[in-house]
């Protein structure tokens, strides 16, 4: 069974950090890539980052660009969404989605995706 399941999220001053991580028991990352999406109250789900399965390719929301960072452990069958110099705006349940993306792929469209994680909140507050 495809599952996919977020830690890391909590409570953050401005500027702080945070990691998140999406594990996937049951399943090899090596044919699945994974997006990280986030949604705010009252806003629609929005694509923040990505990366492939194959080529370790890395996408980023231009309002993520230099602060957040993706990464994969191969070995530990996680991705990381490594979070520096958050600000209020990025306040948030974070998900993590997998599926069978390929070249052609929006990596920061929620509807490549065919299973998500239940979510995990990441507050930015001073």
């Known amino acids: 069974q495809v599952q996919v399941v977020e830690s890391g999220g909590g409570l953050v001053h401005p500027g702080g950090s945070l990691r998140l991580s999406c594990a996937a028991p049951?399943?090899?990352?090596?044919?699945?890539?994974i997006g990280w999406f986030r949604q705010a109250p009252g806003k629609e789900r929005e694509g923040v980052s990505a990366?492939?399965?194959?080529?370790?390719?890395?996408y980023y929301a231009d309002s993520v660009k230099g602060r957040f960072t993706v990464s994969k452990d191969n070995a530990k069958n996680t991705v990381y969404l490594q979070m520096n110099n958050l600000k209020p705006e990025d306040t948030a349940v974070y998900y993590c989605?997998?599926?069978?993306?390929?070249?052609?792929?929006?990596?920061?469209?929620?509807?490549?995706?065919?299973?998500w994680g239940q979510g995990t909140q990441v507050t930015v507050s001073s």
């Open positions: 989605a997998t599926g069978p993306l390929d070249y052609w792929s929006d990596y920061l469209d929620q509807r490549e995706y065919d299973y």
């Open positions: 049951g399943f090899t990352l090596d044919y699945f890539a």
């Open positions: 990366i492939s399965a194959s080529d370790g390719d890395t």
